[in-house]
């Protein structure tokens, strides 16, 4: 579990699961830059254990590709417990299909957004996401 800096304790705070380091890196430095708290989960299942925990989160993201544990999974594990029934999650994913994409939705996923990243786009659909 890796626990990424943070800036911005006014704004909202997410929770940002994905096993790619670099991935990783480059969302948690968009969004610090537009002064979101980001806490990052460096695998599937240290995100779970971070998304039920007593710790709140207002947004997740998760990429849908990851070792060991799919994030479909992910989003299903975090949509069972209690504490993550009303949390908005955002699918961030190589996957474009529109069968990925429907499987997103069912699995629990408030919103999806394709990579390679575009940053306007995504910064967007947090903003509509942590609105609702």
Known sequence: MLRCGTKGS????????DDDAPTLMLVQTLLQGHN????CAS??????????????????ITDLSMTGVSGWDV??????????TEIPILALSAYTSAQDRDEAFEAGCSAYENKPINQGRLLEKIATLLKS
Do not use: C
Request: cysteine-free.
């Open 10 to 17: 006014q704004m909202a705070k997410i929770l940002l699961i």
């Open 36 to 39: 979101y708290t980001v806490v």
């Open 43 to 60: 695998s599937g299942n240290a995100g779970v254990e971070m998304a039920v925990s007593d710790e709140t989160f207002d947004l997740i």
């Open 75 to 84: 989003v299903r594990a975090i949509r069972a417990h209690p504490a993550g």
